[in-house]
């Protein structure tokens, strides 16, 4: 299994930027895929940027120009740089990833961290 623990989120005002991070434990080995996800109140949560262990890179539209996503293999950690942030990336934002074993490909959930930009 893998356990992932974010960190900084935070209030911050409309053009601010904030850092996130996520530290993985457990089967590390096994990840193949980090990303981080995001859920505002009375939406579905939707991916904001993956990164493989391949350094495959995606991100939403949205968010595209604004955000940054980097990955330290060696400290199993993913970051987010999110910069330019506006009111409508108000959301509590999930690190996520996927691992491979021999039973199949399975995926693990952060608990989840706030990020609330006032206009």
């Known amino acids: 299994q893998v356990q992932l623990v974010e960190s900084g989120g935070g209030l911050v005002q409309a053009g601010g930027s904030l850092r996130l991070s996520c530290a993985a434990s457990g089967s590390i080995f096994s990840i193949v895929t980090m990303a981080w996800y995001r859920q505002a109140p009375g939406k579905q949560r939707e991916l904001v940027a993956g990164?493989?262990?391949?350094?495959?890179?995606t991100y939403a539209d949205s968010v595209k120009g604004r955000f940054t996503i980097s990955r330290d293999n060696a400290e199993n950690m993913v970051f987010l740089q999110m910069n330019s942030l506006k009111p409508e990336d108000t959301a509590v934002y999930y690190c996520?990833?996927?691992?491979?074993?021999?039973?199949?490909?399975?995926?693990?959930w952060g608990q989840g961290t706030q990020v609330t930009v006032s206009s």
């Open positions: 990164i493989t262990r391949g350094g495959t890179i």
């Open positions: 996520y990833s996927n691992a491979e074993y021999y039973s199949g490909l399975y995926g693990y």
